[in-house]
């Protein structure tokens, strides 16, 4: 013959029961909180490599636009100088009246 149990140790089997699943359920949020959060980590360590590689290929491409500035600076200072010089033997070669 099964012993009765008192309404008071079952209502605190009840509790007890209520408080685990409370607990298990905190507890794996916080797992899914964990996981994603190292995800995150990891997609934060990603997008830093590839900001400093922009970076640097930034920086590369503005010295190459300068020395490309220094350049055609000169070509044009050469060009004109010619045109320059054109111009002066077409002017000795007219004849004047």
């Known amino acids: 013959m099964a012993k009765a149990v008192s309404p008071a140790i079952t209502q605190s089997l009840a509790q007890l029961r209520q408080a685990v699943t409370a607990l298990e359920s905190v507890v794996a949020r916080r797992a899914d909180d964990d996981r994603t959060l190292d995800l995150m980590k990891k997609e934060l360590a990603i997008m830093q490599d590839e900001r400093a590689k922009l ?41 004047r009246s």
């Open 55 to 95: 970076a640097l290929d930034l920086d590369t491409a503005l010295a190459k636009a300068a020395r490309l500035d220094a350049v055609t600076g000169e070509l044009a200072r050469r060009v004109d100088r010619a045109t320059m010089t054109v111009r002066e033997v077409l002017a000795d070669l007219t004849p």
